[in-house]
């Protein structure tokens, strides 16, 4: 079993940035694929980006490449997500989630672990 705690939400401007952290639970998140998801007021949950075992490869939703970027530290079984560049539909609250399955799964049903979510605002 794996607990996500994720952190770093928050109010920001549109153009501002914000840093999530995801910390886990388990002794090593290295064997898991790491992701976040979105969920915007009325809307589905939606894939955002996932990163590879090692940390070497990610997968990014089109709506955040160039802007968001994912990285994570299995020493401190930790993930992260650097947003910039952050827009008013970016708004959503984010969930950290876990996999041991493969980089490129993007529906929710194929992940096995999530956190509770943080909230996202940006304001116009």
């Known amino acids: 079993q794996v607990q996500l705690v994720e952190s770093g939400g928050g109010l920001v401007q549109a153009g501002g940035s914000l840093r999530l952290s995801c910390a886990a639970s388990r002794r090593t998140l290295s064997d898991l694929v790491m992701g976040w998801f979105r969920q915007a007021p009325g809307k589905e949950r939606e894939f955002v980006v996932s990163?590879?075992?090692?940390?070497?490869?990610?997968y990014y939703a089109d709506s955040v490449k160039g802007r968001f970027t994912i990285s994570r530290d299995n020493a401190k079984n930790t993930v992260y997500l650097q947003m910039n560049s952050l827009k008013p539909e970016d708004t959503a609250v984010y969930y950290c989630?876990?996999?041991?399955?493969?980089?490129?799964?993007?529906?929710?049903?194929?992940?096995?672990?999530w956190g509770q979510g943080t909230q996202v605002t940006v304001s116009s």
């Open positions: 989630a876990a996999s041991s399955g493969s980089l490129y799964n993007s529906r929710n049903n194929q992940w096995d672990y």
């Open positions: 990163i590879s075992r090692s940390g070497i490869s990610t």
